[in-house]
């Protein structure tokens, strides 16, 4: 089968989060699989863009309101990444260092949905499936099947996967006419609430939605930011499929980022060096618990409690733990986490930003990891943990419950049922009991590291979908 996925994240061409993750495992897993599966994003101002050769497979215009923008589309030559890579370059729009956060967000991929369609209206053949992801994608599936221009692909079957319904692209209907020409008596799919909202557009057009984990697909019939009716309603054409993990990537016997390399046979003397050499770095103990959250600083992932929870897990362990923070976000929290450092030195320290490489070695050196997340679709980081033998510590929400089982219930991690900061100082103390209990620590971290996340089966789950057309 041919597959064309359209994102507005890739990595490594450009991350935010695990949707990057995702698109740029999920397609070379495909491939593995003897099908053709391709990216297609936008062209951003990034090192990968600026570093690596590409042929130009396509010229046009774009016309938003009264504005033309020139497009091209970039094929990547070596299709090193495991799969074609298609870059969209929309010159004043696209072409910036970020890959959200600006004013005219909506406009930007408006005119990257449009291009590539227009794109693909002009190929000589059609795709099987084209796999839109997330609200940036989200009116590909509407415009396919309804704009005069792509009459065309409008018998090409389209999936929706939604990673995070919380965030839904919406825009004013005077912007209506930035679309291409379509039937108006067909407006009201596009509407939610009075607005133009990409993502509910796309749940109503797409012929098929995923979730990214079995649990959120029950949760967001009850909590979905507004969405709640529409997703209940749409049920019968939905499935969950659990996210995976791209194992060449997260492989800590190879990852070329660590310390120090390690498998399950050499886990205990491969976490300890890179425990050790985290703990230099940051001024820590190495001869104590860490304890560590890597992540948007945002409330959907319980980030604004972390201060509090920090804290009172130090005040309460009398200096017995050691706690790393990554992440940036909530300029508060940021703030508030940097405090903490003066507070507790040689217990406590924070790195506030976006740094990969040291992610990896977090996951590499860290004895547990926080996961207390209010809202989680999959989370990648509590799989990531696992594969390098780090203890996750979860609320049972979405795809932490059905990834993590508690040690209480035979399993190998820490759950809560609260994003509450009773609830996480109280896991992270059932932690440090555990961590007492090295013979436990040792066969957990074993079989965590043996737990199979790959992307092997929920890249077949995929196709299994497609092909039910
Ligand atoms: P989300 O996509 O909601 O942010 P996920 O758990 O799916 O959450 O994926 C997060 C991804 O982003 C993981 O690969 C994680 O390691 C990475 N990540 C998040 N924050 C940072 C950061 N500050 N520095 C490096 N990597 C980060
Ligand atoms: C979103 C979700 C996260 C999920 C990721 C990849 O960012 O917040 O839970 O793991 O997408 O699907």
Not at 56 to 68: P, R
Not at 104 to 131: C, G, K, N, T, Y
Request: aromatic residues 12%.
């Amino acid at each position: 089968m041919e597959i064309i996925h359209f994102s507005a994240e890739c990595y490594p061409v450009a991350k935010v989060g695990g949707l990057g993750d995702v698109v740029g495992a999920l397609p070379k897993y495909q491939n593995k699989l003897g099908h053709v599966a391709k990216v297609v994003i936008p062209a951003y101002q990034t090192k990968f863009f600026q570093q690596h050769e590409f042929e130009v497979v396509y010229d046009g215009w774009v016309k938003l309101d009264f504005t033309n923008y020139q497009v091209r589309i970039f094929r990547e030559l070596t299709n090193k990444l495991g799969f074609d890579l298609y870059l969209v370059h929309i010159a004043g729009l696209l072409d910036r260092e970020k890959v959200y956060g600006y004013h005219d967000d909506v406009s930007r991929f408006l005119a990257f949905q449009i291009a590539a369609l227009d794109w693909m209206a002009q190929w000589e053949h059609l795709p099987d499936v084209v796999h839109c992801h997330d609200h940036h994608t989200g009116l590909i599936p509407f415009m396919m099947g309804n704009c005069f221009n792509y009459t065309k692909l409008n018998q090409v079957p389209t999936v929706l996967t939604i990673h995070n319904a919380q965030y839904q692209g919406q825009f004013g209907w005077d912007k209506l006419y930035y679309l291409p020409p379509y039937d108006l008596w067909n407006s009201s799919k596009l509407d939610w609430g009075g607005a133009i909202n990409p993502l509910a557009a796309a749940i109503k057009c797409a012929w098929r939605v995923t979730t990214v984990s079995p649990s959120y697909l029950d949760e967001i019939s009850h909590v979905a930011n507004g969405l709640e009716n529409l997703l209940a309603q749409e049920r019968g054409k939905s499935a969950g499929i659990l996210n995976g993990i791209d194992n060449e990537v997260w492989n800590p016997q190879k990852d070329p980022m660590l310390f120090k390399n390690f498998n399950s046979r050499t886990v205990e003397s491969g976490k300890k060096a890179n425990k050790e050499e985290l703990c230099r770095v940051f001024n820590l103990d190495p001869n104590k618990p860490l304890f560590t959250f890597i992540g948007r600083l945002v409330d959907e992932k319980g980030a604004d409690l972390l201060p509090e929870i920090c804290y009172q897990a130090l005040a309460q362990s009398q200096g017995e733990i050691n706690i790393l923070m990554l992440g940036s976000g909530d300029p508060g929290v940021e703030d508030r986490l940097n405090e903490i450092t003066q507070h507790h030195p040689g217990h406590y320290n924070a790195y506030i930003g976006y740094n990969e490489s040291l992610s990896h070695q977090i996951y590499a050196g860290a004895d547990f990891l926080l996961m207390p997340s209010r809202v989680e679709p999959c989370g990648l980081n509590q799989m990531y943990a696992l594969r390098y033998g780090t203890i996750p510590i979860v609320r049972r929400i979405g795809g932490l419950k059905d990834t993590v089982i508690d040690i209480g219930d035979g399993g190998f991690g820490i759950c809560h049922d609260q994003t509450s900061i009773w609830d996480v100082v109280h896991a992270i103390g059932r932690a440090y009991a555990l961590y007492l209990n090295q013979k436990k620590m040792k066969e957990i971290r074993k079989f965590i590291m043996a737990l199979d996340h790959s992307w092997d089966s929920a890249a077949q789950q995929y196709i299994d979908l497609y092909q039910l057309k």
